[in-house]
C-alpha cells in the first residue's frame, strides 16, 4: 500500500512564497518521475512541474521562473517552491509519482491535494 501525503499550502499574499511537500510512504521500491499538478475551481487540472529520478525538471510556461520542483530521493519526498505568487495560482495543487513496490510492479499514485490560496 503506498500513500501521498501533500502539506504546505495555505493562503497566501499575492507576491508571497509557499513551499509544499509530498512524502511517499509504504511499500516502496523505486519512485520514477514525480509531478505536481494544480486545478482552479472550474477548470480542468493541469501539470505544473516535474521531475525524473535523475533531477531532469520540466515546468509550464505560467510558472517558470516562480516555481522550483525538487527531490529528497533518502526521504521519499518532493517538493515544489513556490515564489512571487500570484492570484491565478490560486488552486489545488496534487502531488503525483509513478512508483514501483517491487521491481515488476508500478503504477501512478496520486496525493489527496493541498489548497494554495493567493489573495490580491
Known amino acids: 500500500h503506498v500513500q501521498l501525503v501533500e502539506s504546505g499550502g495555505g493562503l497566501v499574499q499575492a507576491g508571497g512564497s509557499l513551499r509544499l511537500s509530498c512524502a511517499a510512504s509504504?511499500?516502496?521500491?523505486?519512485?520514477?518521475?514525480c509531478e505536481w499538478y494544480r486545478q482552479a475551481p472550474g477548470k480542468q487540472r493541469e501539470l505544473v512541474a516535474t521531475?525524473?529520478?535523475?533531477?531532469?525538471?520540466n515546468y509550464a510556461d505560467s510558472v517558470k521562473g516562480r516555481f522550483t520542483i525538487s527531490r529528497d530521493n533518502t526521504k521519499n519526498t518532493v517538493y515544489l517552491q513556490m515564489n512571487s505568487l500570484q492570484a491565478e495560482d490560486t488552486a489545488v495543487y496534487y502531488c503525483?509519482?509513478?512508483?514501483?513496490?517491487?521491481?515488476?510492479?508500478?503504477?501512478?499514485?496520486w496525493g489527496q491535494g493541498t489548497q494554495v490560496t493567493v489573495s490580491s
Open positions: 509504504g511499500s516502496i521500491f523505486s519512485i520514477n518521475t
Open positions: 521531475i525524473t529520478t535523475a533531477g531532469s525538471t
Open positions: 503525483a509519482a509513478e512508483i514501483r513496490t517491487t521491481p515488476y510492479r508500478r503504477n501512478h499514485y
